[in-house]
C-alpha cells in the first residue's frame, strides 16, 4: 500500500513558478514509478511527466517539454514537479500518482495509487 499527498500548489501568474512535491507513505516506495497528471474543468485527465523507479529516466508531455522538471528523492519518499514558464492551459488540479511494475507509464489507467491533488491556477 502506498498512500499519496501532493501539496505545494497555488495560484501563480503566467511565466512564474511554482514546485509541486508529493509525499508517499509505505515501505515499498521505491518500488514505484511516479507520475503527474492535471486535469482541468470540462477535460480528460492528462499525462504531464513520469519517472522511473530509480528516477534514471523521465517522461514528458509535449506541452511540457523545456518548462517542467521531475526529481524523486527515494531516502525521503517524495517526488517534485518544478513548473517554470506557467501558462494559462496549465491550469487544473494535478495528481501524483504511483505505478508498480514496468508499464505504460503514460497512461493513468495502469497506474495503482493516486493522490487527492492539488489546484494549480495561473493567471494571465
Known amino acids: 500500500q502506498v498512500q499519496l499527498v501532493e501539496s505545494g500548489g497555488g495560484l501563480v501568474q503566467a511565466g512564474g513558478s511554482l514546485r509541486l512535491s508529493c509525499a508517499a507513505s509505505?515501505?515499498?516506495?521505491?518500488?514505484?514509478?511516479m507520475g503527474w497528471f492535471r486535469q482541468a474543468p470540462g477535460k480528460e485527465r492528462e499525462f504531464v511527466v513520469a519517472i522511473s523507479r530509480s528516477g534514471g529516466r523521465t517522461y514528458y508531455a509535449d506541452s511540457v517539454k523545456g518548462r517542467f522538471t521531475i526529481s524523486r528523492d527515494n531516502a525521503k519518499k517524495v517526488v517534485y514537479l518544478q513548473m517554470n514558464s506557467l501558462k494559462p492551459e496549465d491550469t487544473a488540479v494535478y495528481y501524483c500518482?504511483?505505478?508498480?511494475?514496468?508499464?505504460?507509464?503514460?497512461?493513468?489507467?495502469?497506474?495503482?495509487?493516486w493522490g487527492q491533488g492539488t489546484q494549480v491556477t495561473v493567471s494571465s
Open positions: 509505505g515501505r515499498t516506495y521505491s518500488d514505484y514509478a
Open positions: 500518482a504511483a505505478c508498480s511494475g514496468y508499464r505504460d507509464y503514460l497512461n493513468g489507467d495502469e497506474y495503482d495509487y
